[in-house]
T-cell receptor, first 120, second 115 residues
Framework: AQKVTQAQTEISVVEKEDVTLDCVYE???????LFWYKQPPSGELVFLIR??????QNEISGRYSWNFQKSTSSFNFTITASQVVDSAVYFC?????????????????FGQGTILTVHP | NAGVTQTPKFRVLKTGQSMTLLCAQD?????MYWYRQDPGMGLRLIHY???????AKGEVPDGYNVSRLKKQNFLLGLESAAPSQTSVYFC??????????????FGPGTRLTVL
């Protein structure tokens, strides 16, 4: 069984602060994929990043960076110099590479989400 | 491209009523999914489809049925709504090819309240 834990239910920061959202996962698969999605107040889910389990390089995209550590089963997300527009619920998710029947599909297991509020 | 669209955006039902949620995608994706989002629980997979005419159960399928008669549409049905089905429902779709490139894209959600 797969599990994703986002222990931080809510985080509140002031604009321009750096903030890290934690994600810890459990899986028996040797290969898998990790994702982060953003859900702004408008409600839609926005894809941010996908990372496969055999690529442990950290990734940076503008003010966003992701730290993947297989040894600790963590895939943390850092926002540098946070802005009010970053206020949202952030979800970490895990996907196997195949299901039990051998059909390849991305069944996502989501964490509970972290509510980030950035104050001006 | 509209991406993934969902109809309706909001709905209020009485216990025992039935309804169908429609999901449509214009990206020619093979795979489609229905999730429900409840406070503090993230999103949970209800049913999914890996192609036209196919459906399969996800994590929380009880009380729901689905159909994929056309590649671009994925319908979620509630035959006899219960208050426990009050939730926000999200549809998603993905190309379904190699796992290394498959990413799910989500619709805007449907907020359903069952009284």
């Amino acid at each position: 069984a797969q599990k994703v834990t986002q222990a931080q239910t809510e985080i509140s920061v002031v604009e321009k602060e750096d903030v890290t959202l934690d994600c810890v996962y459990e899986t028996r698969d040797t290969t898998y994929y990790l994702f982060w999605y953003k859900q702004p107040p408008s409600g839609e889910l926005v894809f941010l990043i996908r990372r496969n389990s055999f690529d442990e390089q950290n990734e940076i995209s503008g003010r966003y960076s992701w730290n993947f550590q297989k040894s600790t089963s963590s895939f943390n997300f850092t926002i540098t110099a946070s802005q009010v527009v970053d206020s949202a619920v952030y979800f970490c998710a895990l996907s196997p590479t195949t299901n039990a029947g051998g059909t390849s599909y991305g069944k996502l297991t989501f964490g509970q989400g972290t509510i980030l509020t950035v104050h001006p | 491209n509209a991406g993934v669209t969902q109809t309706p955006k909001f709905r209020v039902l009485k216990t025992g009523q039935s309804m169908t949620l429609l999901c449509a995608q214009d990206m020619n994706h093979e795979y489609m999914y229905w999730y429900r989002q409840d406070p503090g629980m993230g999103l949970r997979l209800i049913h999914y489809s890996v192609g036209e005419g196919t459906t399969a159960k996800g994590e929380v399928p009880d009380g729901y049925n689905v159909s994929r008669l056309k590649k671009q549409n994925f319908l979620l049905g509630l035959e006899s709504a219960a208050p426990s089905q009050t939730s926000v429902y999200f549809c998603a779709s993905s190309y379904g090819g190699s796992p290394s490139t498959d990413t799910q894209y989500f619709g805007p959600g449907t907020r359903l309240t069952v009284l």
